[in-house]
């Protein structure tokens, strides 16, 4: 479901992979860990970021129904954690609420490109 080409609602685009989460234009995670079962992964962030450069993320994503043409979104559970398992414990995103249960703001809704 989040592999791919997409654009969130603030019209960011994405190019999602097995092994890089790439943000356009200039912000990367390497993908180090799938979940999918959990609906999350561990990246560790790239040396070209313009923040918190190699540096560890968690993102969490929950499938969306019926608000087309948004599919899925996701969250930033964790973007600078020291290591790839304090990322993984980060446990912050709320599938429950997806209006403020990233952190206290909205989960990113992601569509197709």
């Known amino acids: 479901m989040v ?3 997409f654009e969130d609602d603030y019209g960011i685009t994405y190019s ?3 092994a890089l989460w790439f943000q356009q234009t200039r912000t990367g ?3 180090v860990r799938w979940n999918p079962r959990a609906q999350y992964l561990i ?3 790239d040396e ?3 923040g918190d450069v190699g540096r ?3 993102i969490d994503w929950a499938p969306l129904l019926g608000i087309a043409p948004y599919a899925w979104a996701f969250c930033l559970s964790a973007y600078d954690a020291a290591t790839a398992d304090v990322a993984e414990q980060a446990r912050t995103a709320r599938r429950d609420n997806l ?3 990233c952190n206290g703001y909205a ?3 992601m569509k197709r490109r």
């Open 99 to 101: 209006r403020s249960g």
């Open 107 to 109: 989960f990113s809704r």
């Open 16 to 18: 999602i992979g097995q």
């Open 29 to 31: 995670f390497h993908v």
């Open 3 to 5: 592999l791919g080409e």
């Open 56 to 58: 560890w993320t968690r």
């Open 48 to 50: 070209g970021n313009p």
């Open 43 to 45: 990246a560790r962030n």
